[in-house]
């Protein structure tokens, strides 16, 4: 017999985890001392819980398999509930362990610290951003709920919650019983794959969309041998930016509606036959459509349904729509599309002018050529549309649910999860939130390349509503805290001195390396400008009146 915390951590690494990120608390000491004896999975300790949340998050999304957060009960887990919140709603496999007060703490006459409303106020509010729950209170059913709550978040790519009292961490328990066989899409998995080549046959303008499940899933290398197959134009949603990087497959671009590439716009929009793998439908994809895509010209494949049309597969992985594609011959190749036009040459810029952020754009590509592999990190705003003109590698980002502070522990879970030096691309208000926790470096071993773009405030917000008077932010000298964090920090305003401190900073190794980009006053990227314009360019959606019943 083992305990439940062996067990625990027989299932996460059965399901892929390589690290636990934590904060320990009163209620979770039991836990954090059961973890550092196993020593399967290293434990890296952060500064907040938020800060877990995206750092777990981020190994999950970088290497494939679980991210794993280590909270105490109430003031622990319940601080991370927005990391988790976007982690289901980008779909990414989480896996939150708390920490909680033993059954003879409730039995007490006194309310507990950290208590909400009951014992379970906490799991209840968990229930609202994870696919599923499990309280880990009964050493007979422990192995059955933990291997079904992982083996959820593996299957669904959703965050998870469970709850460990602190008087049943050592508690003994059986093993995990073998993970099943996955069932055999079989026969809908077929009855789909069918209706996409149909469709495909039909159409003129054929192409395909590769959207965020694609990476979530590991399957890069299945669509990008089924694009070489099919023979058909191939785009990124925004979301899905850097998909398929690497493969040889050439990516036409990513789709932003009228406020990106024309070229691309006129390849989804004018498709009559559109392919969307793993590709989120919202706002952050779509809401600049010059066209609304019809559903009638579309193969439409995400989570576990295949929409063709008007007809629904219901229980087809992508996955499994992948395999039974591949097995069917592929549709005669429609005529190629008309060529793009070529670019306008780029305009030269001064050595010593004021940086702008295309300009920084501009830089980064330049100096990341020998570094074709090197993960994009970005948090939301400016710096996300300036990843999108650059040219395509790894992006990892919350393009969907744009919650601030993402980027630098999502970039440490990444590094520890893979070991691969990733870049960090983070506005001056987002690293506010989350930059001091670059402290944990040092002991790690980590190194990622942090750019801070500074524009003296939220510059999104500024570029959607320029009247705003809470968008200022105070001017912090971002590279003079390196130093006292244990890295190297450079602050530049210039191309020449971005050049320069981007080359150092690449050579540099062991210590994190922090480049404070001083942006010129009211700089935006190409593509926010004509994605701020759009927006206020677009009619506002119709929204019928829900009924209400008329009282008799």
Request: aromatic share 4%.
């Amino acid at each position: 017999m083992t305990t439940i915390a062996e067990r625990l951590v027989d299932g996460l690494v059965r399901h892929g985890a390589r690290a636990v990120f934590g904060i320990p608390g009163d209620y979770a000491l039991p836990l954090f001392a059961a973890l550092e004896r196993d020593g399967r999975l290293p434990v890296h300790c952060l500064a907040h819980e938020p800060a877990l949340g995206f750092a777990a998050d981020g190994a999950a999304r970088s290497a494939g398999g679980l991210g794993v957060a280590a909270v105490t009960y109430g003031a622990g887990a319940l601080n991370m509930v927005n990391a988790v919140a976007g982690a289901y709603a980008e779909r990414s496999p989480l896996v939150v362990v708390s920490g909680a007060p033993g059954q003879r703490d409730w039995a007490g006459p006194l309310a507990l610290h950290h208590q909400v409303k009951d014992a379970g106020s906490q799991l209840r509010i968990y229930r609202e951003v994870t696919a599923a729950q499990a309280v880990l209170d009964d050493p007979a059913t422990a192995p059955l709920l933990i291997a079904a709550t992982l083996r959820t978040a593996a299957e669904q790519s959703r965050p998870v919650y469970l709850e460990v009292p602190r008087d049943r961490v050592d508690a003994p328990c059986g093993l995990l019983p073998p993970s099943p066989e996955a069932e055999p899409d079989g026969a809908a998995a077929g009855a789909a794959a069918q209706a996409v080549m149909a469709l495909l046959r039909r159409a003129r303008r054929p192409a395909l969309m590769a959207g965020v499940e694609v990476r979530r899933y590991g399957l890069e290398d299945q669509v990008a041998q089924l694009a070489r197959r099919l023979g058909v134009p191939v785009v990124t949603s925004f979301m899905g930016q850097g998909v398929l990087a690497g493969r040889d497959v050439p990516v036409a671009g990513t789709y932003l509606g009228r406020a990106g590439d024309p070229f691309v716009r006129e390849l989804v929009e004018e498709s009559d036959g559109l392919l969307l793998l793993g590709v989120i439908l919202c706002d952050t994809n779509f809401a600049l459509a010059a066209r609304p895509l019809d559903p009638a010209r579309c193969a439409h494949a995400l989570g576990r349904t295949v929409a063709v049309g008007g007809e629904r597969h219901e229980g087809v992985s992508l996955a499994a729509l992948l395999a039974a594609l591949e097995a069917l011959p592929a549709p005669v190749p429609a005529p190629p599309p008309r060529r793009r036009p070529p670019a306008p040459p780029s305009p030269s810029v001064a050595a010593d002018a004021p940086l702008t952020t295309d300009g920084l754009a501009a830089a980064l590509d330049r100096a990341l050529a020998a570094y074709p592999g090197m993960e994009l990190v970005s948090d939301v705003g400016d710096c996300l549309f300036a990843a999108a003109q650059m040219r395509p590698r790894p992006v990892m980002a919350p393009a969907f649910y744009a919650g601030m502070g993402f980027a630098v522990p999502a970039a440490l879970g990444a590094q520890a999860a893979t070991g691969r030096r990733p870049l960090v691309l983070v506005g001056d208000g987002a690293f506010q939130m989350t930059g001091m926790e670059l402290g944990a470096c040092a002991e790690a071993g980590w190194d990622p390349l942090v750019v801070v773009l500074n524009n003296g405030g939220w510059g999104m917000l500024k570029a959607i509503d320029p009247a705003s008077r809470h968008v200022e932010r105070a001017g912090w000298d971002h590279a003079a805290m390196a130093g006292a964090l244990g890295g190297d920090g450079y602050r530049v305003a210039t191309r020449r001195e971005l050049d320069a401190a981007l080359a150092l900073a690449l050579q540099r190794r062991g210590r994190f390396q922090l480049i404070e980009v001083m942006l010129a006053p009211g700089s935006l990227s190409s593509t926010l400008a004509a994605f701020t314009a759009g927006l206020r360019a677009a009619p506002a959606a119709a929204i019928p009146a829900r009924e209400v019943p008329v009282p008799a």
